[in-house]
């Protein structure tokens, strides 16, 4: 049974920083492209940002602008992504999402419960 667990998320005040994790099970972690999804209060879901099967290759969303650090370590079957600089802007809930492939290409086809995320004095 494939199962993805996100953590770490928290309060922290604008200009701070945060790391969340996503602990994957019940598939093989490194055949996947793996990302992290997030969706503000009363709006839809964004994309954040994204890695390949061995983690070489990293993808960020244009609002990202260098802030986020997004790893993964398939021996441990975890991603992380380090959060830098957050902005009110960023408060939602943080979501570990697998694609359907070793791509970017591939649709979403695996969700974890989401983790809050709140940027806020």
């Known amino acids: 049974q494939v199962q993805l667990v996100e953590s770490g998320g928290g309060l922290v005040q604008p200009g701070g920083s945060l790391r969340v994790t996503c602990e994957a099970s019940g598939f093989t972690f490194n055949n996947y492209f793996m990302n992290w999804v997030r969706q503000a209060p009363g709006k839809g879901l964004e994309w954040v940002s994204g890695t390949n099967s061995n983690g070489d290759t990293t993808y960020y969303g244009d609002f990202v602008k260098g802030r986020f650090t997004i790893s993964r370590d398939n021996a441990k079957n975890t991603r992380t992504l380090q959060m830098a600089s957050l902005k009110p802007g960023g408060t939602g809930l943080y979501y570990c999402?697998?694609?359907?492939?070793?791509?970017?290409?591939?649709?979403?086809?695996?969700w974890g419960q989401g983790t809050q995320v709140t940027v806020s004095s």
């Open positions: 999402a697998r694609r359907s492939s070793i791509t970017i290409l591939g649709k979403y086809d695996y």
